[in-house]
């Protein structure tokens, strides 16, 4: 979390080994991480922001890890909700 921000939803999957993580801050901006370390058994691990069938960003962590940050849509509806995905490679 940075310093100053007011996170309105947090959600963590995976382990300390592979994972991936995304805070929405402000309700108007998503930060999203994922990691991979040896000993996960998994080559990568990956995260996706996306929006109505579009891809806003996508990380990928081979050995470490990766962030990024997407903005919300503030407009209602469906299809302007912004979604959070992620998995192992």
């Known amino acids: ?6 996170p ?5 999957f995976g382990n300390s080994k ?5 805070v929405e801050s402000f309700q108007i901006k ?8 040896k000993g996960s058994g998994y080559k ?3 995260f996706k922001y996306s929006r109505n069938g579009r891809t806003l ?4 962590a081979y050995n470490g890890k990766v962030t990024g940050s997407v903005w919300d849509d ?3 509806g469906k299809k302007y909700k912004t ?5 192992r490679g």
């Open 1 to 6: 979390m940075t310093l100053g921000s007011t």
């Open 8 to 12: 309105a939803f947090a959600a963590t």
């Open 18 to 22: 592979s994972g991936a993580s995304s």
């Open 30 to 37: 998503y930060n999203g991480a994922s990691w991979n370390y």
């Open 44 to 46: 990568s691990t990956s």
């Open 57 to 60: 960003l996508t990380k990928t």
């Open 74 to 76: 503030l407009r209602w």
């Open 83 to 87: 979604k959070f995905s992620w998995w």
